[in-house]
């Protein structure tokens, strides 16, 4: 970390409003690194955070890579080790409640010219909305899925409430960002003015992973192998992100490694990360009878991950037909295509107009597609090759740093500390 934060005070002080923390997907793998881009551009960044195990958390406030980052409070959910536990309803209402609070507080004691929403939520859209009214400060939102659709609730009634304030925040912003075009025509629909959403799919922090072209890369890929008990031509399958049957696949990746392993008989599993299906996965392996052929590391931290993907052949974003897959768009996509690694992902949303020739886009819902994607790439180094090459011209056009461009030309229409707000 940092010890420093850069200021210019000629460029807005921008706010962004976070309801998870920076080891969770979205927060490490877009938000952070948005507002580490910015930081890198000059702008002063402060970003005010929930944490999924506050209680217990030492350090509540640091500066990393420039970013002044502040933890409040605790997220909707709390995560230890390799899993995850939902609040009881009456637990959540009270956690939900001092969580706004002090977002709300901590957002209005900060420095702030443009409020910057990480996903419409109700915690930070209630907060951002204060600092509006209170400050006449400009509201922007950032949409990386639905809300109510990629989120498991224990009762309707969580659902509607978070759906809710997910079609509200929209009201009094200046301007959205989004993930994916079915959130794009989702606010379309809702009214927004089409030519004020604008599309941001996911990308990768070059500082992150540029180190797959370290001179290390090799000796770190092989570590992580012999501390798996894993030779090195052993052909490796590489699943990479939550352990969450919601939004992934997972299950159904399973199912295909069945087939996978009829054709590339040595193959192994990898499976890397937490979450509150990792458990249930684990005896769908032993009932499928290929236990021994796969492996869970749990919960990695974020900077190892480029290695794990190194350390594959071949990831995998196995996905079903629905609405949470074609409203989001896969971190592990963009991931593996920086890290120079093919990817096999499923032709819903925008993933196969994405991943080029960087990997193969199957039918969703069909373990044979997917396991002929997989074992075609396992079985034909040229065509291992070939994508690989095409996903480092790829991972030029997905850099954040690069991405973040669309984000400035936002704001720049809010520099103005006199110009209207909505």
Known sequence: MSTCLSKNSSLPHILFLLTQSLES????????????ALTNKGFPVTLIALHHDYKNLRQ???????????????????????????????????????STIRLTLAALQTPVDIVQIC???????????????????????????????????SGHWQQKIVAWFENWIPSFIKGLTVNTRYIANH??????????????????????????????????????????????????????????????????????????????????????GAGEDLD?????????????????????????????????????????????AESSFSLKLVESLASGIPCVTTD???????IEGGGIAVKPDNAQALASGISKILTNNELANEMKQESVKIREKIWWDTKVTTFINLYSTAINKNAPTP
């Open 25 to 36: 997907p979205g927060g490490g793998g877009r938000f952070f690194p948005i507002a580490k």
């Open 60 to 98: 509540k406030q640091f500066i990393k890579d420039g970013v002044n980052v502040k933890y409040v409070g605790q997220m909707h959910v709390h995560k230890s080790a390799n899993g995850k536990t939902y609040f009881k309803p009456w637990q959540l209402i009270w956690i939900t409640a001092i």
């Open 119 to 153: 996903k419409p939520q109700p915690m930070n859209g209630l907060a951002a909305w204060v600092v509006h009214v209170l400050k006449a400060k400009p509201v922007f939102l950032d949409s990386d899925d639905l809300e109510a659709i990629n989120n498991r609730f």
């Open 187 to 272: 606010y379309t629909q809702l009214g927004f003015p089409n030519d004020q959403i604008h599309f941001v799919p996911n990308g990768v922090d070059r500082e992150r992973f540029e180190i797959v072209n370290h001179s290390d890369v090799d000796q770190r890929t092989t570590e992580i192998r012999q501390s798996l008990q894993l030779d090195s031509n052993i052909p490796l399958v590489l699943y990479v992100g939550s352990i969450s049957l919601v939004s992934h696949a997972i299950d159904l990746l399973l199912e295909a490694f069945v087939l996978v392993k009829e054709e590339v008989q040595n193959a192994k599993l990898l499976v890397v």
């Open 280 to 324: 249930g996965l684990k005896a769908l392996a032993h009932q499928l009878g290929i236990i021994d052929s796969v492996i869970f590391t749990g919960r990695i931290a974020m900077e190892k991950i480029p290695y794990y993907f190194c350390t594959g052949n071949v990831s995998v974003d196995p996905l079903r037909n629905t609405i949470a």
């Open 348 to 354: 819903i949303g925008d993933r196969k107009e994405t």
